[in-house]
């Protein structure tokens, strides 16, 4: 699972090397330099995935390479803009803020989330 601080750097790294500034790759892809720097410094959490793709687009990298910066899989075979995101390795990471409905998730809902989980049928690995 990556960090909201490992994804920033990333995201930096890629800038830097393009020569970009934090204005210009913002400015392309269509979002406030401020919150682009905010995530880059790790101040804010891995963006939904179309923000992803507006990041993407002021990077000039592609909509999958974001997403597997922000460690996201794609599904190679499917024509629509689905993908995958593991629920059992978000609700184990206590970095990331899960909420629902507006309230955060403790760490024991978490943990009675994905008790509830792991006995459904299909969670059970042959």
Known sequence: MISKE??????????VQKHFTV???ALQGHISPAYLSQI??????????????KIAKGLRISENEI???????????DKTDRY???????????????????????????QAILSILKTLPDAKKD
Do not use: C, M, W
């Not at 804010?44 to 923000?51: A, D």
């Not at 997403?67 to 075979?77: K, W």
């Not at 593991?86 to 998730?105: R, Y």
């Open 23 to 25: 204005r210009q790759t």
């Open 6 to 15: 490992i994804f920033g750097l990333e995201i930096k790294r890629i800038r």
């Open 40 to 53: 880059e410094n790790g101040n804010k959490n891995i963006p939904k995935v179309e923000t992803l793709y």
């Open 67 to 77: 997403l597997d910066i922000a460690g996201i899989t794609t599904h190679e075979n």
């Open 84 to 110: 995958t995101i593991d629920l059992g390795e978000q609700l184990d990471n206590d970095k990331l803020l899960l909420s629902f409905e507006g309230k955060e998730l403790s760490p024991e809902y978490r």
